[in-house]
């Protein structure tokens, strides 16, 4: 029979864990906002940095619920690891997309994507990709910047939301077998 009675317990640390993912991903949007808006390259520098730190943050984030479920005497089978780990990562999608509706219905008023037009429509760049023989990809991507300043607030948090959450049902199946296949050496040590 399963112990259930640390279930709720695991929950708050499932929480926990996703708020400060969720927090994570708003920093590096926040950055790649900067970096566009500003025009500066380390802002962009540190948002793919954020990145990467994030994807070791999963990673530690998916073990230390390993480390909690041992602690409260759970059994979880494989399937319902990535469950729980999955909803960690929903915490974070749905935090981060509230972060970025604010944005988007506040602050922003269109500059985003119009930074990102400015900086597509120069000159070098539209040289760049027709040197390149990529003239039809160019069209494309100048064609897609339309469309997306075109979209309202909510549009634009969607799409967004939609990419958090795929990538985070990629993300978490390694997270996953990472939390199964790990094995903590002492239990009085897993904090």
């Known amino acids: ?46 948002a793919f940095l954020g990145l990467l730190g994030n994807v070791a943050l999963e990673f530690y984030f998916g073990i230390r619920v390993k480390k909690r ?10 399937l319902f690891t990535f469950v729980n780990i999955f909803s960690m990562f929903m915490y974070a ?4 997309g509230a972060m970025e509706y ?10 985003l994507i119009a930074a990102i037009g400015q900086m597509v429509e120069q000159s070098d760049v539209k040289q760049t990709y027709y040197q390149m023989g990529m003239k039809e990809s160019y069209d494309q991507v100048v064609s897609l910047i ?11 948090v969607i799409l967004l939301f939609n990419q958090n959450f795929f990538t985070s049902l990629i993300i978490a199946v390694p ?13 009085a040590q897993a904090e």
């Not at 479920?69 to 494989?78: D, E, G, I, R």
């Not at 999608?93 to 981060?96: G, P």
């Not at 997270?175 to 239990?187: L, S």
């Open 1 to 46: 029979m399963v112990n259930t009675n640390g279930l709720p317990v695991l929950r708050q640390f499932l929480m926990e864990y996703g708020s400060i993912m969720g927090l994570s991903w708003t920093a590096i949007f926040a950055l790649y906002v900067i970096g566009f808006r500003s025009g500066n390259g380390i802002f962009l520098l540190l």
């Open 69 to 78: 479920s041992v602690q409260l005497n759970l059994s979880l089978s494989p």
């Open 93 to 96: 999608c749905l935090l981060c």
């Open 102 to 111: 604010l944005y988007f219905q506040a602050i922003d008023k269109g500059t």
């Open 146 to 156: 339309n469309e997306v300043s075109s979209l309202s607030a909510l549009d634009k």
């Open 175 to 187: 997270v996953t077998m990472a939390n199964w296949f790990y094995k903590p050496k002492d239990v």
